[in-house]
């Protein structure tokens, strides 16, 4: 978990992925909506490319964490440089702040799913 948030920093896709299953699902979650959902690796990696260009810096800065058996739920300090104009407003060159939680479900000693909330 540790990895893929350090190679998400990145852009380090081939980092995001090492580690994650075949059989991966990725949720997006804002507002309480789900925005977007992938399924498998090849499409987590499809996503995560097409993902690099919206912004021009990233980070993600773990500040808390709870662990139970196969769920890890980190709480996310998350910063970002739009590099590209948004249709919510968010022009390229401004910055976003914002708080949030990825929770992790291991199986098998990868990284099964991956919901992001905020």
């Known amino acids: 978990m540790q990895d893929y948030i350090e190679a998400y920093n990145r852009f380090d896709v081939d980092g995001m992925v090492r580690h994650l299953h075949e059989d991966v699902v990725f949720r997006n979650i804002s507002g309480g909506e789900v925005n977007l959902t992938t399924t498998g690796k090849e499409s987590f990696r499809q996503q995560a ?8 810096q990233r980070e993600q800065c773990i500040t808390d964490w709870q662990v139970t058996d196969n769920r890890v739920e980190v709480l996310i300090d998350y910063t970002g440089v739009a590099a590209i104009d948004f249709p919510n407003g968010l ?21 099964f799913s991956i919901d992001d909330i905020s």
Request: glycine letters at 10%.
């Open 91 to 111: 022009k390229a060159g401004d910055t976003l702040q914002l708080q949030g939680k990825s929770v992790f479900e291991f199986a098998d000693g990868q990284i």
């Open 49 to 56: 490319e097409q993902a690099r260009q919206y912004f021009s």
